[in-house]
């Protein structure tokens, strides 16, 4: 299976984006769900993830400002981001965690400079 991620680009600081990340064909046994970004020079961070049947878990720095979510029926994965800060600029990653083995997404590029 392939995760195509999108929805990423050039905004504004306090813009907003929405990221999408959608399978190349249905999965099953899928235990957790998840964002993570990664800024040059810095290593890969999870921003936000969801455990099948549990709630979502965000990291401090976007605590109130992220939002993520799934459409079951779309099998997609959303990452709604507002107030967007300089700081948040990185390449935006879906994962999947699926039977104890990762499967990551190609990355999005999200900018947010004026």
């Known amino acids: 299976v392939q995760l195509q991620a999108s929805g990423g680009g050039l905004v504004q600081p306090g813009g907003s984006l929405r990221l999408s990340c959608t399978p190349s064909r249905s999965i099953l046994g899928v235990s957790t769900w998840g964002w993570f970004r990664q800024a040059p020079g810095n290593e890969r961070e999870a921003v936000a993830t969801i455990i099948s049947g549990g709630t979502p878990n965000y990291a401090d720095f976007v605590k109130g400002r992220f939002t993520i979510s799934r459409d079951n029926a779309k099998s997609t994965l959303y990452l709604q981001m507002n107030s967007l800060k300089p700081e948040d600029t990185a390449v935006y990653y879906c994962?999947?965690?699926?039977?104890?083995?990762?499967?990551w997404g190609r990355g999005t590029q999200v900018t947010v400079s004026s």
């Open positions: 994962r999947i965690r699926q039977a104890g083995s990762d499967i």
